[in-house]
């Protein structure tokens, strides 16, 4: 009968490995006892804020700035943001576009993430007035339909270095003096003037068809993104009656019911995100101009007026811009103007600011671009 061999006891003095973990910045180790669990020291990023960022970054560097409240890279010519955080409002420049002279213009004026206007950039897309504008694909803009001897149903896209693209027609209802927003992070919603028609935009700048019955229908209303993937319409004009009152907008951009009584009722205003994750409505038309503004919480929630924030006026535009920042700008109080207002990330209006770009006013902006 042949022997075998006996059955090996177990094993209990095998040394225990040490696993190092790959890490961006120190250093992190852990050990795996048999039959444990692995465990490793949190992660973490280098922080910096905007003004202490490495003076010699190297290709790919990766940080936390503190200041923007988001992740950062280098890509050997900007510093890029992430663009899954903090929100769909983390845009660092802005555009203005488009509007009246008293003729209709195509010109385009580009914000810097200071907040800077840059001079008049001139033919870029059809003339026209009363269209609107918002981000789409978390660093890119859409300007969309408008007023040019009736409405129409053209776009124009933006691309993440401000370069307006040339006229895309037949995208959804002719219509003129509605709003735009971003929304789901890296999509747009173009909804009302004149109707309660909405037409949701991918995060590849297609247009897609109406969506009918969303809310009152309204004109010279106004939109802007919140909670970091939602929107929300807010004022405008009946007909026959200025109205305060606001449609939420789903992540999913399903628009919600009508909620009433929120501010004064008025039409001609704008609204941008700010904050990362909240939302102002400012400016518009009662009986006269004024310059009151209402701040949005990041739930969607609207606050009372607050006046006496830069001249009154109306047919302004608004956008976010540096991650966490609004300007509004341009706009009408009997005279065309080209004055812009910067909002802080709290929300609080800055005075005017004079001589930027050519004045008019039912013009559009947007935000757009990851990098500063």
């Known amino acids: 009968m042949p022997i075998q061999d006996p059955v090996p006891a177990a094993n209990t003095s095998l040394t225990t490995p040490t696993i190092s973990s790959p890490v961006l910045s120190g250093t992190a180790t852990g050990t795996y006892t048999l039959g444990g669990t692995p465990t490793f020291s949190t992660l973490a990023l280098t922080s910096w804020t905007t003004a202490t960022r490495p003076a010699s970054p190297t290709n790919y560097q990766v940080g936390f700035n503190t200041s923007l409240n988001t992740k950062e890279i280098w890509d050997g010519t900007y510093w890029r943001l992430d663009p899954t955080g903090p929100g769909q409002g983390n845009t660092q420049r802005a555009i203005f576009g488009y509007g009246q002279t008293p003729s209709v213009v195509s010109m385009t004026n580009l914000v810097s993430a200071a907040g800077v206007v840059a001079a008049d950039t001139t033919g870029v897309g059809t003339a026209r007035n009363s269209l609107t504008a918002a981000s789409y694909g978390t660093d890119k803009a859409i300007f969309g339909y408008g007023y040019l001897s009736g409405g129409v149903s053209m776009t124009n896209l933006v691309t993440n270095q401000g370069v307006v693209g040339s006229d895309v027609t037949g995208v959804g209802s002719v219509r003129f003096a509605l709003a735009a927003a971003g929304y789901g992070t890296d999509k747009a919603i173009f909804g009302y003037g004149f109707s309660s028609i909405t037409n949701l935009v991918t995060n590849q700048g297609v247009v897609g068809s109406d969506v009918t019955g969303v809310g009152t229908a309204r004109y010279d209303l106004a939109a802007a993104g919140y909670g970091t993937d939602k929107a929300i319409f807010g004022y405008g004009q009946t007909g026959s009656n200025n109205v305060s009152l606001t449609n939420l907008v789903t992540n999913q951009g399903v628009v919600g019911s009508d909620v009433t009584g929120v501010g004064t009722a008025r039409y001609g205003l704008a609204a941008a995100g700010y904050g990362t994750d909240k939302a102002i409505f400012g400016y518009g038309y009662t009986i006269d101009n004024v310059s009151i503004t209402n701040l949005v919480t990041n739930q969607g929630v609207v606050g009372s007026d607050v006046t006496g924030v830069g001249s009154a006026r109306r047919?302004?535009?608004?956008?976010?811009?540096?991650?966490?920042?609004?300007?509004?700008?341009?706009?009408?109080?009997?005279?065309?103007?080209?004055?812009?207002?910067?909002?802080?990330?709290?929300?609080?209006?800055?005075?005017?600011?004079?001589?930027?770009?050519?004045?008019?006013?039912?013009?559009?902006?947007?935000?757009?671009?990851?990098t500063t």
């Open 315 to 370: 047919w302004l535009a608004a956008a976010g811009y540096g991650t966490d920042k609004a300007i509004f700008g341009y706009g009408y109080n009997g005279s065309n103007l080209s004055m812009t207002n910067l909002v802080s990330n709290t929300g609080v209006v800055a005075t005017d600011t004079a001589g930027v770009g050519t004045a008019r006013y039912a013009l559009a902006a947007a935000g757009f671009s990851l």
